[in-house]
C-alpha cells in the first residue's frame, strides 16, 4: 500500500489560494523573488516543495515580466510518463523517487562519466532565470528556474570534434511513473540539441523553481530548459546525456515528424499542421497574446540558424 507522507502532499492541497497571494505579496515587498532564499525552512515548506537552493546569483539572462504562481507552475504541466492530463502530473508525481539520482554522461567526449546529483547542485554557481515558457500547444507561462548552463557540465567531460548534438535521456522507470506502461510516446522521453545550442548561455539545466529543489511534476531532479523553443524540448527527471555524432530520433519527432521538428523553435510563421502559432495564452490570462520569433530571445539565438531555411527545419 502507498502512503503519502506529509512532505508529499502539496502545499495547494492544504494552503488556501489567498494564502499563497499574501505570501507572494509579501515576498515582493521584501525586495523580490530572491527573498524567498532566505526565509527560514519551515516557512519556505509552506509555499513549496521545501529545501532551499539559496543562495542565488541573480541573471541578465532574466525576464523583467512577471511569474506565474506557485500554484500555476506546478498545477499544470505536462509530464506524460505520469499521464496526459494538465493536473495528472501534480497529482501523480509523488511516486518519483529524485533521491538517490545519477545522471550518466557518455558517448563522443574525453571524459565520459556519471555525476551524483548533489555533485551536480555544487558542479556551477546556481542561478535563478526566470524565463518565458511557450508550449506547442499554444500557451505559456513564466517560470522563475533555478540551474546552471548546461555548458559548465560538458565542459567537465569535454566533448570530442566528432560530436555534434546532445541527447538527453529522461527515466523510465515502470514502477514510479505509471504512464509508461501505456505506449503513448517511445520512451524513454528523449529530447535533444545541437552541441552549439546545448553550449548556449540560455541553455540550462534546472535543479529548481522558486529558489527551490525542483517539484517532481516538474522533472525533479534535474531536467533540460531552453527557452526559445517549444516546451517539449525541455525533458524532465534526465538520466543520461549523451553525446552523438547525428540528429537524435526524439521521441515527439518520432511520433509525429510533421508536427514537431527537432529544432522547434518558437515561431509564429511556422503553424503547426492543426493550429496557429501567432499567438498564445499566458495562464492566469484572458485574453491571447502575440507569440514572439525565438520566444523573445531572437537577439541572443537568431545567430546559431543563420542561412537555416526555419520553415523547413521547423
Ligand atoms: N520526460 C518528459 N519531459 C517533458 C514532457 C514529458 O511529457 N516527459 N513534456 C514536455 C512539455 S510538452 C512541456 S510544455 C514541458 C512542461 O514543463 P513544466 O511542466 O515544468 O512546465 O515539459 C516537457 N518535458
Ligand atoms: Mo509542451
Redesign the pocket.
Known sequence: MLIRKPSDILPSEITPEATYRDRRTFLAAAGGLLAAAALPLKAKGAQGSGANLGPLQKSPLSTSETPNTYAQ?TQY?????FGTGKDD?AREAWRLKPRPWEVKVTGLCAKPRTFGIEELLKLAPLEERIYR?R??EGWS?V?PWVGFPIKALLDKVQPLGSARFVAFF?ADRPDQMPGVRLPVLDWP?LEGLRLDEANHPLAILAVGLYGQILPN???APIRLVAPWKY??K????IVEIRLVKDQPWTSWAKANPNEYGFYANVNPNHDHPRWSQKTERRIGELLRRPTQMFNGYGDQVAHLYRGMDLDTYF
Not at 234 to 237: Q, Y
Open positions: 507552475v504541466n505536462n509530464f506524460y510518463e502530473p515558457m508550449c506547442v507561462m517560470i529522461s522521453y511534476q516538474n522533472g516546451g517539449f525541455g525533458g524532465k527527471s
